[in-house]
């Protein structure tokens, strides 16, 4: 069974992991490849205008197989550098994809997303939870340390204090505390979720392609940048923009009192 389900409607590609047997345990043979394909087909394709990122089952996903880590087998098989290229060529290959994903990523986060897991929700641009979603970092519960660049991701979501709070005592916290540490947006009940989380989606897809990509990559590229280097990549990026026949059509629709319809040129 693949561990990836790609589904695209009305300029939206919904991915779901999809072991629900396991939790969506992600650490298999392959789950990089996976994700690369997955998202390198997204970027290469200009119709595709957000995407979403969601789990089958009860669960977002509940992070590395531990059955593997106890066996010794997959990704934590071999020696300690056989086990760190494992992470290398195949577990942080899921993560790269994701970062590098061109167009916006909502987490629909629907279950648990505990460790890696947690991780993959932290690389989306926005979460939605259901109410029955919890969160964590348990790494160090298993004599880990957080190998997937959490400790860069999460202080960014949540804030230095509160990364360290979760890292440092294993803690799952639920939906509420979640929301209400802005780890997401909103919280849902469960039969809500992918209604809500299409809904949001179907907003970001309105907006022009061009400039949404291009909004996106700022805001990456934003966070290793002076301000300086900022104003000036808005700049030089917004002077592309005012030669866009999306932007003609925005200003058009404005005076006209109608909605725009963008259409990527």
């Known amino acids: ?46 119709n595709i205008r ?31 550098a056989d086990i760190a290229d494992g992470y290398r060529t195949n577990i942080h290959r899921m993560l790269r994809a994701l970062y590098d994903l061109r167009v916006p990523l909502i987490a629909a986060i629907n279950g648990p997303a505990i460790g890696l897991g947690g991780d993959l929700a932290c690389l989306a641009d926005m979460r939605i939870a259901s109410t029955s979603a919890k969160f964590g970092v348990t790494f160090l519960k298993l004599g880990l340390v957080p190998g997937d660049g959490g400790t860069w991701l999460l202080p960014r979501v949540i804030g230095e204090a509160r990364a360290a ?29 992918m209604d809500e ?36 990549l808005a700049a030089s990026t917004q002077g592309l923009m005012h030669h866009t026949a999306d932007h003609e059509e925005g200003v058009a629709a404005l005076i006209e009192k109608r909605a725009p319809d963008f259409k990527g040129a």
């Open 197 to 232: 989380t299409q809904a949001l989606a179907e907003k970001v897809a309105a907006m022009p392609p061009a400039a949404l990509r291009q909004t996106k990559m700022m805001l990456r590229q934003g966070r290793g940048l002076s301000y300086d280097g900022a104003l000036e």
């Open 165 to 193: 709070q979760l890292f440092f005592t294993g803690e799952v916290i639920d939906a509420q505390t979640m929301l209400e540490w802005g780890f997401v947006s909103r919280a849902v009940e469960p039969d809500a979720l």
């Open 50 to 80: 957000c995407a979403i990122l969601t789990g089958a089952g009860r669960a977002f996903s509940a992070g590395g197989d531990i059955k593997a880590m106890q066996n010794r087998t997959g990704n934590f098989a071999g020696s300690p």
């Open 1 to 46: 069974m693949p561990l990836l389900t790609v589904a695209t409607t009305n300029h939206i590609a919904t991915l779901t992991l999809n072991r629900p047997e396991s939790m969506n345990a992600l650490g298999q043979a392959g789950d990089g490849d996976a994700f690369v394909d997955a998202c390198d087909a997204i970027n290469s394709d200009r």
